[in-house]
């Protein structure tokens, strides 16, 4: 009876340990982010525990190598802070230079992996990707947010497997959670931009001529409501839109009150003859 007991107890700590590195996989693929990876132009500061003589502050080099005491040349580009950390002790190791090094890697200076956020933002300018996996929406929110008169679709563009790649990703549906899987991730090198918010005009015989934002479906009942309706002298008969083409020539229509209207539309409220 105690060696089924024994056995069975063996049994399952066996299980139970074969099971961790699938749990650790499991956690890895829960969590999209990693270490940051260190690139060309990061500024680290390398020490080794009571051993002075081997600190360094060094930039790291295109090639993404650094040269080290002892070491010559070391490539780190690429690598993890815990990583480089294992390189450069590992080094150390096997030329017998320190028995046991404890090696830390501290990131200066994030330089190696950037990206750009221009127009319509609080703070446009480039901004360090200090870890792998970050969002657009996390850089944009770097950047301050979109700003006053900014529209809410961020035009991403980068570089995938060599080739130039531009998506339009809408902020709206995206932080209200209908467009989550629409949050690309962004790396070294991508340039996000805020375009102006799309305006409509109107002008003639209403309350409020000029310009408004154009909201999602906007119809030209809703603008004209926008501006005010017609004043006394205003008829909603004969109503003209001026549109641009895609060939650049503006055209001149009769709209329903239900149709959309798109960016740059121009609503005219003729004078009622009556």
Do not use: C, W
Request: no cysteine; aromatic share 4%; proline share 4%.
């Amino acid at each position: 009876m105690t060696q089924r007991l024994v056995r069975f107890l063996s049994l399952l700590m066996f299980g139970l340990i074969g099971m961790l590195p699938l749990a650790a996989q499991a956690q890895d693929k829960a969590d999209p982010k990693k270490d940051y990876v260190i690139g060309a132009g990061d500024v680290l500061r390398i020490t080794v525990y009571q051993n002075q003589d081997l600190s360094l502050e060094t930039r790291v080099a295109e090639s993404g190598a650094v040269s080290y005491p002892l070491l010559g040349s070391v490539v780190l580009g690429g690598l993890s802070v815990t990583q480089a950390e294992s390189a450069i002790a590992d080094g150390l190791r096997r030329g017998n230079f320190v028995k046991q090094p404890q090696v830390s890697v501290l990131l200066m200076q994030v330089r190696g992996n950037q990206a750009a956020v221009l127009g319509m933002v609080n703070r446009p300018g480039r901004y360090p990707i200090e870890v792998t996996g970050m969002r657009l929406s996390e850089l944009l929110a770097t950047a301050g947010g979109i700003a006053v008169g900014g529209s809410d679709v961020v035009i991403h563009t980068g570089v995938r497997g060599g080739q130039l790649v531009r998506t339009r990703v809408d902020i709206g549906r995206l932080l209200t959670g209908a467009g989550n899987e629409q949050d690309p991730v962004v790396q070294n090198g991508d340039a996000l931009y805020v375009e102006r918010m799309p305006m409509v005009y109107i002008y003639g015989e209403v309350q409020r001529p000029g310009s408004m934002r154009l909201e999602r479906g906007m119809t030209v009942m809703q603008a004209l409501a926008g501006g005010g309706g017609t004043n006394t002298r205003g008829t909603v008969k004969g109503l003209k839109v001026h549109r641009r083409g895609a060939d650049g020539v503006i055209k001149e229509f009769e709209p329903a009150l239900t149709d959309t209207l798109i960016d740059g539309d121009v609503i005219y409220v003729r004078e009622s003859l009556f």
